[in-house]
């Protein structure tokens, strides 16, 4: 699973892109140059509270910090998904090349998780005076709400370059590179497909053989490339996938085109899921919420919102990190201070979630717990294993009671799974507005 | 692991330059080519079960399945036997009796058209999953690129000799030893050859016995081999020199009858030093070990050839450096190629089938992309951990048996005649070979 083609050639073009004037490629010159103008005018930026996403700040800190570039070169905001992605993945590399200790992929990882996942901006505080106020209800460019740093650039116009996009395509495919950056979550579907399926398989009386979750509705919250999504599909279920990043949709929409039978089983949408409350309550048999209530910026509601849109009986699938001092010694001491894997500031072991706190959300929102099991990633291996020690990352299955109460004073238990949770604790006034209504 | 992966990244990357048959065409846009889930190239002993095997598979009851075979298709009925096995070197008088004294049978001798008709009729049977295609034979395939695209096929093109192309997420190369899926990958092959061809006939014996022992000697040319069929037939497999192997399959019957004869019965070899060696040995083992020794069974003989039953091939060693690739997977002969001496050749090939089955099975029960590498290496582990053992003992005793030197023989005859005194050891090595 460490891919040493990947080492070679991504950690080879990083160092062409950092040397002297070696910015060879069309893409690496925005990258670079925003890299540098937006690592020093968001320094400043990022020290509010208000935007204190860790992954914005990991990845300009480090530009700043490692990268002494000057550029003045055009800067693309929307680009910087992408960007990111590219960042984490060089960045990742080169630390590889120069440890070679492939212990450390996890904490990257975790960390390119949250860099490419959903960080739901809508929730922030109103921006300094002379920035555009966006709300994450409306979507005005579907890449300026995402991201506190493009506030800067509201009056930059997110001209959309079919060059680009095309670019941005490229790499967006590196979800489904089994041996790139996203290898521990492909991995990870070998305890969380089975985990999903034969929980759900207690509640389906006869199932049919090769298609076993034929019949089931399934909601895949913030499902990225599809990476999950698609085997639940292969296994016979009606899935819908959304995230609110654009490209992970065309991504994943374009990988599942491929096959004929995923094709017609999975439906991808751009939203959040907020969004789809409303039209799609209580329609799901199962919510997956794998590797993504660390990245939601207000946990209860994003919990309240899964619970409205499960059936009665229902079933809530999460997956996590857990709030401990080994999770603290490992994603946070070791890759951070004592190895300089990842740069200082990256997690903020503040928001990791413990699968108490999850449970007692969830139970307040009507979800009863069942199993909270722990998840253990051996890096060496690049397979994951259960455990039954959850002080690192967990998974957790609830199940939405068929007595509905009022949500408000209602108790659910949810087991959830939580890998990593780094809820960034950044509300949004506009959802709770629409929320009360 | 990481060596290997660098390695394997270093072949994927050297493919494209490497033989005709390779080609890293990237295939834009939606194809309306039939999207198979499997598809065996090669239809013969080891490819035909593949196909029945996973056609079986609970778990794949909505995959399709596709199984290309160049010959035409094959009916016919005969029959089967149970053995024995018993084996004696020409140069002394060791030899080691395997036997299993529980009513549990040892091993099977079952004919290739048998085993083929039987897999004919349970394709026919599970027809609505596994497609099979006769009379045809792939000409050229496309591989994905290694990295996901945006606008690229990511499953396997296969174009068959008629024109007709197909896609599928999972190749498993099941066509002999010189196999084309193998050589289109790009996979290693370490071989060589044996300077040995082997001559296959059917022999008619001259007494009707309870024919239920397969008996091999090992001549300094190469070992002689006779497997039951019936109470009155067996098969011959002689490995012997290239030219020996020519002669024999073109002189008259009779003389190819004597010369089986006097194969297992002459005792030309032998010299006092071995003998009077083995002798002491077997004295020191019965001392140790009191045996009710039985009445050493003898080797039929044999009265007649069947007509046009003889036939030879060249024999050679094969292992291919990877089992497996992005999509691909090589079972059977394609991956290994052993001197037919230990009768272990197409069994491994089963035992392929066996492991690659039960993975592919759990791969589609947990809604896994079957052609990703994650659950194909562990079918590819599991199987060269056993294949390579086996194949490095196959090779050792044949270079073993190949010379009159008497230091080896001395070596040989003691190490028989221990072998056969320690039951333990025997037991272990019939497991291991009926696994």
Redesign the interface.
């Known amino acids: 699973?460490?891919?040493?083609?990947k080492l070679?050639s991504s950690g080879g073009w990083f160092l062409r892109v950092l040397g002297p004037g070696g910015c060879n490629t069309k893409a690496a010159r925005p990258l670079i140059s925003s890299a540098v103008v937006l690592s020093i005018t968001e320094r400043r930026v990022l020290k509010s509270p208000t935007y204190n996403c860790g992954f914005v700040y990991f990845s300009f800190h480090f530009f700043y910090v490692k990268n002494q570039l000057s550029g003045t070169l055009q800067i693309k905001p929307g680009v910087f998904n992408e960007y990111r992605t590219i960042w984490f993945k060089s960045y990742r590399t080169i630390f590889s090349c120069l440890n070679r200790i492939k212990s450390f992929r996890w904490s990257f990882t975790s960390v390119a998780q949250a860099g490419v996942q959903w960080c739901d901006l809508g929730s922030l505080q109103p921006p300094p005076p002379g920035f555009k106020r966006f709300s994450c209800l409306s979507l005005p460019s579907h890449w300026d709400y995402r991201y506190p740093w493009a506030r800067l650039y509201s009056t930059s116009q997110t001209t959309v370059d079919s060059g680009e996009v095309?670019t941005f395509?490229?790499l967006a495919?590196?979800?489904?590179?089994?041996?790139g950056v996203y290898a521990p979550l492909?991995?990870m579907?070998?305890l969380r497909?089975?985990f999903i399926?034969d929980n759900l398989l207690k509640t389906i009386p006869n199932h049919?053989?090769?298609?076993?979750l034929l019949g089931m509705k399934i909601l895949d919250v913030g499902c990225g490339g599809g990476l999950l999504t698609?085997?639940?599909?292969?296994?016979?279920a009606s899935v819908i996938g959304i995230d609110p990043v654009d490209e992970n949709i065309k991504t994943a929409q374009?990988?599942k085109?491929?096959?004929?039978?995923l094709d017609k089983r999975i439906e991808y949408r751009v939203c959040s899921l907020e969004e789809i409350v409303e039209e799609t309550a209580e329609t799901f048999d199962a919510v997956v919420a794998s590797e993504v209530v660390e990245h939601v910026i207000d946990l209860e509601t994003f919990l309240q919102c899964c619970c409205q849109v499960l059936k009665p009986g229902g079933s809530l699938f999460i997956t996590t990190i857990n709030k401990t001092q080994l999770s603290y010694a490992l994603g946070i001491v070791f890759s951070e201070q004592i190895a300089s894997i990842v740069p200082k500031g990256t997690h903020t072991w503040e928001k990791f979630v413990s699968p108490e706190t999850l449970e007692s959300i969830l139970e307040s929102n009507g979800l009863s717990v069942q199993t909270v099991v722990g998840m253990l990633y051996n890096p060496f291996?690049g397979y994951w294993h259960w455990s039954e020690n959850t002080s690192l990352n967990y998974a957790a299955y609830a199940v939405k009671s068929r007595v509905q109460e009022h949500p408000a004073s209602a108790e659910f238990v949810l087991k959830g799974e939580t890998e990593e949770l780094q809820a960034n604790a950044c509300t949004n006034p506009a959802v709770h507005e629409k929320l009360k209504k | 692991m990481a060596a290997r992966l660098v390695s394997r990244c270093g072949a994927v990357r050297a493919a494209p330059h490497s033989g005709p048959l390779v080609s890293w065409r990237r295939w834009s846009g939606a194809s309306t080519d039939t999207v198979y889930d499997v598809v065996v190239s090669g239809g013969g002993l080891v490819g035909a079960a593949m196909a029945c095997a996973l056609g079986y598979d609970i778990h794949f009851h909505d995959k399709k399945i596709l199984l290309l075979e160049a010959g035409p298709k094959k009916v016919l009925e005969k029959l089967s036997e149970t053995y024995s096995n018993r084996v004696w070197d020409a140069c002394s008088e060791a030899l080691i009796m395997f036997d299993k004294d529980n009513l549990d049978d040892m091993g099977y001798i079952v004919e290739n058209d048998v085993i083929m008709h039987a897999l004919t009729k349970q394709l026919e049977a599970v027809s609505d999953r596994v497609t099979v295609l006769y009379r045809s034979k792939a000409i050229r395939y496309t591989w994905p690129c290694p990295f996901p695209m945006a606008d690229s096929s990511p499953w396997v093109h296969i174009t068959l000799g008629d024109g007709s192309t197909f896609q599928t997420k999972l190749l498993i190369g099941a066509d002999g030893h010189n196999s084309g899926v193998r050589q289109a990958v790009g996979i290693q092959n370490v071989s060589w050859n044996y300077d040995q061809s082997a001559v296959v006939a059917t022999l008619h014996l001259s007494e009707a016995t309870e024919n239920n022992v397969a008996w091999q000697r090992f001549l300094p040319s190469g070992p002689i081999a006779l497997l039951p069929l019936s109470d009155t037939l067996s098969s011959l497999v002689w490995s012997t020199s290239h030219e020996h192997a020519a002669e024999l399959v073109s002189m008259d019957e009779e003389k190819f009858v004597d010369a089986v004869n006097s194969a297992f019965w002459s005792d030309a070899d032998h010299t006092d030093f071995i003998d009077t060696a083995g002798a002491m040995l077997q004295y020191a083992v019965s001392l140790l070990k009191p045996t009710k020794v039985s009445a050493r069974q003898l080797p039929p003989s044999v009265a007649r050839v069947d007509a046009k039953s003889r036939v030879l091939f060249p024999l050679g060693l094969g292992h291919a450096a990877e089992y497996v690739r992005p999509r691909v997977a090589l079972i059977g002969d394609a991956a290994h190629r052993v001197h037919p001496l230990a009768g272990q050749g197409v069994n491994m090939g089963f035992g392929d089938i066996s492991s690659l089955a039960h993975h592919l099975s759990t791969a589609a029960f947990n809604g896994k992309d079957l052609g990703s590498v994650s659950h194909l290496t562990g079918y590819e582990t599991e199987r060269q951990r056993h294949n390579t053992a086996l194949l490095a003992a196959t090779d050792l005793l044949k270079r073993l048996y190949s010379t009159s030197a008497s230091p080896l023989v001395l070596l040989r005859t003691w190490g028989l005649q221990a072998t056969n005194a320690v039951s333990p050891l025997k037991e272990q090595i019939m497991a291991f070979a009926s696994k």
Do not use: I
């Open positions: 699973m460490w891919s040493g083609r070679g095309k395509l490229a495919h590196k979800w489904w590179d089994e041996q492909h991995s579907n070998d497909v089975p399926r049919q053989p090769g298609k076993p698609e085997p639940l599909g292969r296994l016979g374009c990988h085109s491929f096959d004929p039978v291996s």
